[in-house]
């Protein structure tokens, strides 16, 4: 079956951008899924592997930036659109 390529750009909305514990929400989510993620920061066009603390992290992504997702694989669909829900509620997870 082939696999699936799906992208999007979301805006980070929460007030402290993508530090550390919302930078672990996103890699906990993404590492969900079997999709290969990568997240593109469209300011300074760092890429990044969305299952890799480091790499989210050293986006520097600040409030009000875009982020743009791709994601592939046979779950590529659910992976971009749950990803982009989180990133619209603001990052927060209250297990963490």
Known sequence: ?????VSTTVIINNRSGLHARPACVFVKEASKYESDIKV???????????????????LTA??????????EGEDAEE?????????????KNEDL
Do not use: P, Y
């Open 40 to 58: 593109i920061n469209e300011k300074n066009k760092k890429k990044a592997n969305a299952k890799s603390i480091i790499d989210i992290l050293s």
């Open 62 to 71: 600040t409030r009000g930036q875009s982020l743009e997702l791709v994601a």
């Open 79 to 91: 992976a971009v659109k749950n990803i982009q829900s989180l990133v619209e509620k603001g990052l």
């Open 1 to 5: 079956m082939k696999k699936k390529k």
